[in-house]
């Protein structure tokens, strides 16, 4: 084993309640003029909104609002945004809400010093020079957007949703405030969890043997957010669920658990596209997928690592056959993602038919093969798409 | 549960092998004139001084240098390194070494901005207002100061032993190469995973809940040191058990596994009086004091977090009665500690009586009571001192 790394998340979060009285000392390092991003409006109905403006009249500041960033965020809005950076001559970010305000916010900060679509930017046609610093405020425990570098961005044109990501974009300081995600509904919730889960074992599930210690930290936030999904779903208002799945979130992706292994994910990017030409929720797309890719990738060279699984993050008994382990494993992660979660287990559910697998697994494979865990070429792919119908 | 706290470790880790040639790179960020700190001379012996100055060297940096810093530093070797910053117009520091190193780095970068003596820093007297930037390249797996803000300051003048932190004293950057402990001896190994544990346990065992993930993580954390201490004695070059241990050791107590919680440390204060009066290593200390200070805090009160200790850390059965548990995980912590590790498990062994128990309870209570995880008066503590006899 070898392990080669640079670790470097130098992101300062204010975890918990009433922290809200440092957003404006944290901004004023950065300027006066504050954009302020957020979505649908949903924080102004939890109150966040007034709270966030008072705080930041009170510090003297001046603030611009760019509003109505979709889930699965578009390039378009990415525009709207840095325009009024441009215009506006804009200091500093604030994004106010989950993953897709926060995805959103990074392009933009790099967009302020682009002239030209947002969208070059995604493709890599224009390379990421400078960004606005990023201040957020979490609203929704899933993505770890607040604590990372990465962001993904939505073409409903060209129907395609592609990752960027560039330290620059890497937000200053966030706000994690559990009661902030109290009113986060259960289906949301639930497919938050499903995010959080899928991001530890896009990086779990690995042949490679790296540090030990990131494998048990690893199990750790499995089991945290197996634990406290269900309770969050029953008790809305619930701090330890809350609490304990918003820094499990952030952990699942800012990049410490990643160490030194460089395999690429694999249900992430078969995801992409069904929520690319479909427009469903992130998270329930992968919570749909990824029991299947298990199913699809355990075999003798790879059941060792859902044997480690089913002992350690469900307990399974050691002594029993590792391939007993490994379906049982499977069988559990099932069961907590649709019954406990109560997610849709089938794409059939979501009026998806299989028209479209043969396309979306050529953009999910480049093309080619899909490499991580185990390689997927395009039939591999097709044929978990078809395992979830 | 309530959990409240600000997140704030900006250090940048190079982790592995081959990453010192970012070494030029990083500390001419704060300037040209580096003092490098390190110790008795085993850098030398290891090649790593030669491979240090060369990289300093063709980076056109100006190398002054400040060796002989003690285990369990001295005020007077802080004093030292801070007259030569002042007299030289040194802009950043590098410590090369072991938490001793470190630790008197940090003192030394605060005392650089200070006309007087650096124990009044350390004993509070002069605030810290200013600090130089740090850079550290590890060889010892133990104290964790490579990524937290502290250390600890020994006056043998008085027979002080003295923690002192501040955020300007986080390191900038440090570069972690397990490869770089693979010279350090049996025993010293040993009392860096005893080290480790301490620092681990003195989080852990705490009442008060806090976010069960953080638990988790310690759990991760404490059967990652069980692991591999005893693979780092038997076969020193072992790159999978050194490094194992090195990130462990930052992440023992870097804050992340803090959390919310705010509970005063134990056994550190109880061992600091031990080596203060008698100048032994910290970790075998900590590896004498800690099964006694466990059996002594046992009761019907503390149980269930032994009963959680012994089942998560040592895999005991969860379904025995909880004492049952707690006290087979002390017994089998005594075993690693003792046996595996091989450390000496008296204080009667390293010659210690108990002619001085009275004078170090004081000041290891603070002329008062200890709070923690079961508050300790002076009567207290000296029992636990003779249990450990």
Redesign the interface.
């Known amino acids: 084993?070898?392990?080669?790394?640079?670790?470097?998340?130098?992101t300062?979060?204010?975890?918990?309640?009433?922290?809200l009285s440092h957003l404006g000392e944290e901004l004023k390092k950065y300027g006066k003029r504050v954009l302020m991003v957020y979505g649908g409006g949903s924080i102004k109905k939890i109150g966040l909104y007034d709270k966030v403006i008072e705080e930041l009249k009170n510090s003297g500041l001046e603030v611009f609002e760019c509003s109505g960033i979709e889930p699965n965020p578009r390039h378009t809005s990415c525009n709207k945004g840095a325009e009024i950076c441009k215009k506006e001559e804009i200091d500093v970010l604030l994004a106010v809400g989950g993953g897709s305000v926060i995805d959103a916010t990074k392009v933009i900060s790099a967009g302020a010093f682009y002239d030209g679509d947002c969208w070059d930017i995604v493709t890599r046609k224009a390379p990421i020079t400078k960004c606005l610093p990023i201040v957020t405020i979490l609203t929704l425990s899933a993505t770890g957007s607040e604590m990372d570098a990465g962001g993904v961005i939505t073409n409903l044109e060209t129907n395609d949703k592609i990752g960027i990501g560039h330290p620059l974009m890497l937000p200053k300081v966030s706000f994690l405030d559990p009661t902030n995600t109290y009113s986060v509904n259960v289906y949301q919730t639930a497919c938050g969890c499903a995010d959080i889960l899928s991001h530890i074992m896009e990086i779990y599930f690995n042949m490679n043997?790296d540090?030990?210690?990131?494998?048990?930290?690893m199990?750790?936030?499995m089991?945290?957010v197996i634990?406290?999904g269900p309770i969050a779903l029953e008790e809305p208002t619930n701090?330890?669920a809350r609490?304990?799945l918003m820094?499990?979130s952030s952990?699942a992706i800012n990049g410490f658990i990643r160490?030194?292994k460089r395999q690429a994910w694999s249900c992430h990017p078969i995801e992409h596209q069904l929520s690319a030409y479909y427009d469903i929720t992130h998270g329930l797309g992968l919570a749909i997928l990824t029991p299947r890719w298990m199913e699809y990738t355990l075999d003798d060279t790879t059941v060792s690592k859902f044997y480690q699984f089913g002992c350690n993050v469900f307990d399974l008994d050691k002594s029993l056959e590792p391939m007993v382990v490994a379906k049982k494993s499977i069988e559990l992660l099932s069961d907590y993602l649709f019954n406990q979660l109560g997610l849709k287990s089938k794409l059939s559910d979501l009026g998806i038919d299989d028209s479209k697998f043969e396309i979306m697994a050529k953009k999910a494979s480049y093309g080619n093969v899909l490499p991580g865990f185990k390689p997927l070429n395009q039939e591999d792919i097709i044929n978990i798409y078809k395992m979830c119908l």
Chains 1, 2 share one sequence.
């Open positions: 084993m070898n392990s080669n790394f640079v670790y470097d998340i130098p300062k979060v204010y975890f918990g309640e009433n922290h043997q540090l030990y210690m990131l494998d048990t930290v199990e750790g936030l089991k945290t634990k406290y701090y330890e609490a304990n820094w499990a952990w160490g030194g």
